[in-house]
């Protein structure tokens, strides 16, 4: 009597297949807003609202180009203070998530106020900020905060979730507690840090904004808040617009990022397939 033997088959994906499945994907992904994009443009054609209520579609792509030079200006400033708020916060939260993982009497002694700090609305404590240390510094300030506590909160979970039975193979074998974190640790934490810096990246851009409403003369926060006040909405779509192609390419460079650093998370690998053998 023949037996049943299920025998799952794994291999690579044909490039072409790869090819095809990233086109498709672009594809899918470019649906929706262009979907979205004609509908604005047919509302806005048949129920003709005031500019200043709602821009065509058309029309913002129009300020785009004639416009570029301002909201590049503009840009730089946001894009500045963002990336430098960005890295602070990296910096600091990391060291601070090493420290509380490795230290109980630091979790308890400043942990709990990492987590209290988020009670605070930035907008009320922005404007003390200036004060203190002036608006530029301000600003850079305000993006760190908005993108440091989820980055101490991932590193702090992701440090304490590393197999505890490779640490202690490493350790009983000799290893320093210096070598386990660089070989173990931070190399099976890494992924799941990557992923909280795409969202820290991304409230680093809503940061600077924030800060740029409080007081300033140039980002594009500021443009969208001057040229709302002034009834040119079109401007603040544009700016808009940009903000959202800032985050976006944070967003796809850090993912790029990902894809070198850990390139296993993205080999591509063929779905089992069932036979049946006699």
Request: hydrophobic share 55%; net charge positive.
């Amino acid at each position: 009597m023949s037996t049943v033997q299920r025998v799952p088959i794994a291999g690579a994906v044909p490039r072409v297949a790869l090819r095809a499945a990233g086109a498709q994907g672009v594809l899918l992904a470019l649906a929706l807003p262009a979907i979205g994009l004609a509908l604005w443009e047919a509302w806005v054609l048949v129920f003709s609202p005031p500019p200043w209520l709602l821009p065509a579609p058309s029309g913002i792509g129009e300020v785009l180009w004639t416009d570029r030079g301002r909201l590049w200006f503009h840009a730089q400033a946001t894009i500045g203070e963002s990336l430098i708020g960005l890295g602070i916060a990296v910096v600091a939260g990391l060291l601070l998530a090493v420290a509380i993982t490795a230290s109980r009497t630091t979790e308890r002694a400043v942990y709990p106020w990492v987590v209290a700090s988020q009670t605070v609305p930035i907008l009320a404590v922005a404007p003390l900020l200036g004060v203190w240390v002036g608006f530029g510094t301000a600003q850079v300030l305000v993006a760190a905060v908005f993108c440091f506590f989820p980055i101490v909160v991932i590193g702090v979970d992701t440090f304490r979730s590393t197999d505890r039975q490779l640490v202690d193979t490493a350790r009983s074998m000799g290893a320093s507690r210096t070598w386990i974190w660089r070989h173990v640790t931070f190399p099976a934490a890494l992924p799941a840090l990557l992923s909280g810096l795409k969202l820290a990246a991304v409230f680093a851009v809503t940061g600077a904004v924030v800060a740029e409403y409080i007081g300033t003369d140039r980002g594009l926060g500021f443009l969208s808040e001057l040229t709302t006040g002034q009834f040119e909405t079109v401007v603040t779509f544009a700016a808009v617009a940009w903000l959202a192609a800032i985050g976006l390419a944070y967003f796809a460079l850090i993912s790029l990022a990902e894809r070198l650093l850990v390139p296993y998370r993205y080999r591509p690998v063929r779905r089992h397939r069932r036979s049946l053998r006699p």
